[in-house]
């Protein structure tokens, strides 16, 4: 399962459909748009839908996910967006897939037209595997398996690196002095490219009035430039801000450059730079930096596994890298962000790791694992007494003292019992409130008080006319005064109703006695 719950846009979906998400990412001027992918390899999308940029096939907002038909069963690898927005992914297979804002061309289509459903990016990427992608504003980069890096789209500060500022159209590799080397990394300003080679060189172009490019000047670069002052300094990621950039060494330094009118370089102070400074970081050792080509916001996790941040944070200027308790950078963008955007695709890989909690709920009522059963109304229940004994004090003393392998148990039915068992192995109860009222007897029993708790949570959620009087009964037998109180409440609010009910002519005299004296007092019977 895929944690998106700080990002707002996912709040209305219902759990279950949240315990499905594999991969997700929020974009959008607002963070107001979102697209995920579920275990089964299906693709949905919401939001405002602002250029078609949900790939739905309309341009119609939609507060209920819909399914992007073209998309399923797709293994996505990479995905990114831009300012208009539009949306880039790669798959597994290396295709590549564009859909929503071209007004210059940053589809890769050939054309300026509005793309309202995902379609593959063909010209010269046909015969590549495309492993990455990254967008700016308006334009679009792909890096192959291969190492060599095609861009396309708006070209008016060179951020395509063709050696000219004309739009292109179509995808174009990316060659002048990156012909001959190999790309490991890349990512996009607003307006600018970058890309890390596999021998740790750092490279951009583009725009740089703000000293983005890190080349010790302020002027565009139509093709790549080596960054010189990070000459045998080896860069393993770099990530790119609005107009600031980020990049980490093999050595777990971060360097940045660019713009800091919101503190965003994290150098202390709010003055541009042209050449790459090292950040005071008090000697921990970065793991991860991470920015946002729509955002001011930097953020980093440390080996220890503590994430900062720094730069526009909830419209605060933070100048220098500050500690959170965050244990993830996405964190940092869903809470302090403008937008609140994903500053890249979240991923969940999927294995077959099980958490103890799962794996201890895999377990309950396993004969191939057990050393213990019990036998509850001729049936048999598997357990273990290791668990029994660390999770309830009847067991503890129970088991100490009595050495056999099984154990018949006639206070209790089967349902009941088993409910027990397994909530020793999950800490949660799945029973229909009736029956809850056995387990509540139960939990009265054995002193567990928790257990208890569970059970009167469960009763209360399950009351109806029909069954309140049976749920009061239960509740004033078993002293559970909460519930007793909830259960009386409820009787009352439905009077007419709850005593036209069989359970209510059964009722038991005294009890009678007492519910209609405390009614009356509640004044239930004025007219």
Known sequence: MLDVGKWPVFALLPPEELRLIRQACVYGSAGNEAFYVTVNDEVFALGTNCSGCLGTGDIQNTIEPRRIDALCGKKIVS????????????????????????????????????????????????????TEVACGSHHTIALTSDGEVYAWGYNNSGQVGSGSTANQPTPRRVSSCLQNKIVVNIACGQLCSMAVLDNGEAYG??????????????????????????QGINIVQIACGYAHTLALTDEGLVYAWGASSYGQLGTGNKSNQSCPVLLNLDKERVIEIAACHSTHTSAAKIQSGQVLMWGQCRGQAIVSPHFTHFTCTDDVFACFATPAVMWKLLTVERDDYLTVAQSLKKEFDSPETSDLKFLV????????????????????????????ESIEIQQFTYLVYRAFLEYLYTDSVSLAPEDAIGLLDLASFYRETRLKR???????????????????????????????EFCFKFCVNHMTAVTQTQAFSEMDHDLLKNFISKASRYGAFKN
Do not use: M
């Open 377 to 404: 109304d001729g049936k048999y229940i598997h357990v273990h007494k290791a668990l029994l004994k660390i999770r309830c004090e009847h067991f503890r003393t129970l088991l100490n003292e009595n050495e056999e």
């Open 79 to 130: 995905l990114s967006y831009g300012t208009g927005p539009h949306v880039v992914l790669a798959t597994a297979d290396g295709e590549v897939y564009a859909w929503g804002h071209n007004g210059y061309s940053q589809l890769g289509n050939g054309t300026t037209n509005q793309g309202l459903i995902p379609a593959q990016v063909s010209t010269n990427l046909l015969n590549k595997k495309v």
């Open 454 to 484: 569970l059970c009167q949570e469960t009763i209360k959620r399950g009351i109806s006319e029909q069954n309140a009087i049976t749920l009061l009964s239960a509740a004033v037998k078993y002293e559970a005064r909460d519930l007793e």
């Open 205 to 230: 172009w583009g725009y740089n009035c703000n000293g983005q490019l890190g080349v010790g000047n302020n002027g565009n670069q139509q093709t790549p430039c080596r960054i010189a002052a990070l």
